[in-house]
């Protein structure tokens, strides 16, 4: 903010520290929602135990139907 009241600095050196601060506050927040996104995208072992359980039953029902 420093930065904004002086009159020594140019524009683009304003500029440039403000991506600069507005990247870091980003960098931030994308670390901190990092793990969780991990996890949802790849620690699904429960949806395909259920998926596996399902399509057991599946073949279940279908031998049991081939049966009779």
Do not use: T
Request: glycine share 2%.
């Amino acid at each position: 903010m420093d930065m904004l009241v002086s009159k020594d600095e140019s524009a683009s050196q304003i500029s440039d520290k403000i991506k600069d601060l507005l990247f870091a506050k980003s960098a931030e927040n994308i670390e901190s929602i990092r793990p969780n996104v991990a996890a949802s995208i790849f620690d699904e072992p429960e949806v395909e135990s259920e998926l596996e359980q399902e399509v057991e039953e599946i073949e279940d029902e279908g031998e049991s139907s081939e049966e009779e």
